[in-house]
């Protein structure tokens, strides 16, 4: 069974940094590019960034460029983001997304892992 | 930027009911298009990917179509576990952008 777990989330105040992990398991992580998709409270999805399965393609949306890196660790299996200079409109729950069809870069998202809340607030 | 736009934003029904949920795309996406389901506090689920094609374990029941600007969701016969919000999601362009969702609640 696949299976993602976030962590990191957090109170954060504007300005500072937090790094979200995403930790995956029951499937061959180094075949799937991977996404960070967000939900800020009672609001709808918004698509952050990703990465291909070799790192070779990146992109992220306009409102985090030159604030977030994602990166990721194929031998720890794990996904991250570190989010620099955040904002109060960061605030969300964010989710860790597989990219289903091995080798490609951005399709749809199946599975979902159940998210790390991120509270930007002074 | 493609933007989705989803009608109507509540949608209210009983058990038993079709439904049918739209997606308007602001330039087309082809066959590109995707449906997901949310609960609340869970995690959104795939129902549909590339128009039509179900996900693995998703009822029958559940269809999409469309192609270019303009999508559908249809719900044949509701269950009450269909309840919840619906988003969907172009993977045309980027950046990948979702709809800002449809709410199916009970009548």
């Known amino acids: 069974e696949v299976q993602l777990v976030e962590s990191g989330g957090g109170l954060v105040q504007p300005g500072r940094s937090l790094r979200l992990s995403c930790a995956a398991s029951?499937?061959?992580?180094?075949?799937?590019?991977m996404h960070w998709v967000r939900q800020a409270p009672g609001k709808g999805l918004e698509w952050v960034s990703g990465?291909?399965?070799?790192?070779?393609?990146?992109d992220y949306t306009d409102s985090v460029k030159g604030r977030f890196t994602i990166s990721r660790d194929n031998a720890k299996k794990s996904l991250y983001l570190q989010m620099d200079s955040l904002k109060t409109e960061d605030t969300a729950l964010y989710y860790c997304?597989?990219?289903?069809?091995?080798?490609?870069?951005?399709?749809?998202?199946?599975?979902w892992g159940q998210g790390t809340l991120v509270i930007v607030s002074s | 930027e493609i933007v989705l736009t989803q009608s109507p934003a509540i949608l209210s029904l009983s058990p038993g009911e079709r439904a049918t949920l739209s997606c308007r795309a602001s330039?087309?996406?082809?066959?590109?298009l995707a449906w997901y389901q949310q609960k609340p506090g869970r995690a959104p689920r795939l129902l549909i990917h590339d128009t039509s094609n179900r996900a693995t374990g998703i009822p029958v029941r559940f269809s999409g179509s469309g192609s270019g600007t303009d999508f559908t969701l249809t719900i044949s016969s509701l269950e009450p576990e269909d309840f919840a919000v619906y988003y969907c999601?172009?993977?045309?362009?980027?950046?990948?952008?979702f709809g800002q969702g449809t709410k199916l609640e009970i009548k």
């Open positions: 029951g499937f061959t992580f180094d075949d799937h590019a």
């Open positions: 997304a597989k990219d289903p069809l091995p080798g490609l870069f951005g399709n749809w998202f199946d599975p």
């Open positions: 990465i291909s399965w070799n790192s070779g393609k990146i």
């Open positions: 999601q172009q993977h045309s362009s980027w950046p990948r952008t």
């Open positions: 330039q087309s996406v082809s066959s590109y």
